[in-house]
């Protein structure tokens, strides 16, 4: 079992940038995908980006693409996600979670572990 805690999140203003953690514990990481999702009040969740563990190939939804950036580092079982240039519709509860898979995936069904969660607010 794979267990996911987030950390990062905040209060920023419209341009600004924020750098989300989510440090992976539990089995090895071999063969996962390990992705973040948000979901904003009302909303429903969404996947947002998407790394895998072994050889580092990234995904990104086109609402962020350009201004957000995956990164992992495996000695620390670290996954994180830079995000810059923030706006307004980016505000919403970020998710980290895991899912064995031999390619990129933001199927929400794929995913049977997650993090609790980390606010993330975008006002001037």
């Known amino acids: 079992q794979v267990q996911l805690v987030e950390s990062g999140g905040g209060l920023v203003p419209p341009g600004g940038s924020l750098r989300l953690s989510c440090v992976v514990s539990?089995?090895?990481?071999?063969?996962?995908?390990i992705g973040w999702f948000r979901q904003a009040p009302g909303g429903m969740r969404e996947g947002v980006s998407c790394?895998?563990?072994?050889?580092?190939?990234?995904y990104y939804d086109e609402s962020v693409r350009g201004r957000f950036a995956i990164s992992r580092d495996n000695s620390k079982r670290t996954v994180y996600l830079q995000m810059s240039n923030l706006k307004l519709e980016d505000t919403a509860v970020y998710y980290c979670?895991?899912?064995?898979?031999?390619?990129?995936?933001?199927?929400?069904?794929?995913?049977?572990?997650w993090g609790q969660g980390t606010q993330v607010t975008v006002s001037s």
């Open positions: 790394i895998m563990s072994d050889d580092g190939t990234t």
């Open positions: 979670a895991a899912a064995r898979s031999d390619g990129i995936t933001t199927s929400l069904h794929r995913y049977g572990s």
């Open positions: 539990g089995r090895t990481l071999d063969g996962y995908a």
